[in-house]
């Protein structure tokens, strides 16, 4: 296997028609490119001419080593890591692809290392920390693999640890909106059908929506004495960036009046909640589940990407929001993290304020 870097129209050539997540998108990639701490590198693993690995990683130096992460933390990413494309059915072959492709990524990033090394200067202090770092193995490495990426054993096999993580799939190819509203649980329906009969719209709108959505998800973090982190100005671009893969859905009163939103982003496969849906109640009634169903009605009827059959809900790790998200009726499908371990490890994580999702 040949592994090399890659630009970002050499990165969308190489992409495959399914089975990525919409931060693959280039659009997304030039919108963290732009705004992320530390430099974007798009790795490509080819067999001739033909593309059959990819992974993107945002890589910093600092203090404590280098760090190769995917994706970056801060930035409402939430998962990346590598597209596998092995043009053979064989399960051997497969997992060949997988090996040689880890084990030729780790290598690129473990050369960060020497490269700093040389860049310092041989006999500089920087020099001798840098290079005991070197021998200790000190390159932090992380990353939240997308949904279709169901083998990190070779990670494993390379001393790093793995860990699931869990989202709910909703399951939207060939049905109906009546069909999808009888596999909700009973009090969801109910919470739909009452959100209906009130005088309330929700309609897609433009940027100016998505800024409500965005400010609104500030203010909820801010009353639970959180910080989103989030810019608005990388919210805007990746918004822009993605053109019609991202849609705002918003929820108003009959004077117009904002009472909730939810910002949705798309891939081919898949449409996912990403921002917003912070809980609502208008003359008693929540309205957050009918600004859900409107985003579940469209992807039935294949709008806006006619490609997508699945509504990801985004996180299933956290007990409290399961037991909102599970009334969906969704499927439970894994994802793993993956990231360096050990003391040193954990000090480089902290350093690099880590959170996970």
């Known amino acids: 296997m040949r592994v090399e870097r890659l630009d970002l129209t050499e990165w969308d050539d190489a992409l495959?028609?399914?089975?990525?997540?919409?931060f693959h998108r280039p659009e997304a990639l030039a919108a963290v490119e732009r705004h992320a701490a530390g430099e974007l590198r798009l790795f490509g693993g080819f067999k001739g001419q033909q593309p059959i690995a990819l992974l993107p990683v945002v890589v910093r130096n600092?203090?404590?080593?280098?760090?190769?992460?995917?994706?970056?933390?801060?930035?409402?990413?939430?998962?990346?890591?590598?597209?596998?494309?092995?043009?053979?059915?064989?399960?051997?072959?497969?997992?060949?692809?997988?090996?040689?492709?880890t084990r030729e990524v780790l290598d690129r990033v473990r050369t960060d290392y020497a490269?700093?090394?040389?860049?310092?200067?041989?006999?500089?202090?920087?020099?001798?920390?840098?290079?005991?770092?070197?021998?200790?193995?000190?390159?932090?490495?992380?990353?939240?693999?997308?949904?279709?990426?169901?083998?990190?054993?070779?990670?494993?096999w390379g001393d790093l640890s793995v860990e699931p993580?869990?989202?709910?799939?909703?399951?939207?190819?060939?049905?109906?909106?009546?069909?999808?509203?009888k596999s909700f649980s009973k009090s969801l329906r109910r919470e739909i059908r009452d959100a209906k009969d009130l005088d309330v719209t929700v309609t897609r709108e433009g940027i100016d929506g998505a800024r409500e959505v965005y400010e609104d998800t500030v203010a909820r973090y801010d009353e639970q004495g959180e910080t989103l982190g989030l810019s608005w100005e990388y919210v805007r671009d990746l918004w822009e960036g993605l053109d019609e893969r991202a849609q705002t859905y918003v929820a108003r009163d009959s004077s117009g009046e904002y009472l909730s939103g939810i910002t949705a982003l798309y891939s081919n496969d898949a449409a996912y909640f990403w921002q917003?849906?912070?809980?609502?109640?208008?003359?008693?009634?929540?309205?957050?589940?009918l600004v859900h169903w409107r985003i579940i009605e469209d992807i039935v009827e294949g709008s806006p990407v006619e490609?997508?059959?699945?509504?990801?809900?985004?996180?299933?790790?956290?007990?409290?929001?399961?037991?909102?998200?599970?009334?969906?009726?969704?499927d439970l499908v894994p994802y793993y993290l993956v990231e360096s371990s050990g003391k040193t490890m954990d000090a480089a994580k902290r350093a690099y304020q880590f959170v996970r999702g």
Do not use: W
Request: neutral net charge.
């Open 165 to 181: 993580y869990f989202t709910y799939h909703l399951d939207l190819e060939s049905t109906t909106p009546d069909a999808v509203m």
């Open 307 to 330: 490609s997508v059959t699945t509504y990801d809900l985004m996180g299933a790790n956290t007990e409290r929001l399961c037991r909102y998200k599970a009334k969906f009726g969704a």
């Open 276 to 289: 917003g849906g912070a809980r609502a109640v208008y003359e008693g009634t929540s309205v957050n589940s």
């Open 115 to 156: 490269e700093r090394f040389a860049e310092v200067g041989f006999d500089s202090p920087v020099a001798r920390r840098v290079g005991e770092q070197m021998e200790s193995g000190l390159t932090l490495f992380r990353m939240l693999c997308g949904t279709e990426y169901g083998d990190p054993r070779p990670y494993v």
């Open 16 to 22: 495959p028609s399914d089975g990525y997540e919409v």
């Open 62 to 101: 600092g203090p404590l080593g280098t760090a190769a992460l995917s994706p970056p933390p801060g930035m409402a990413i939430p998962r990346l890591g590598p597209i596998l494309m092995p043009t053979s059915p064989k399960r051997r072959k497969q997992e060949k692809v997988n090996r040689e492709f």
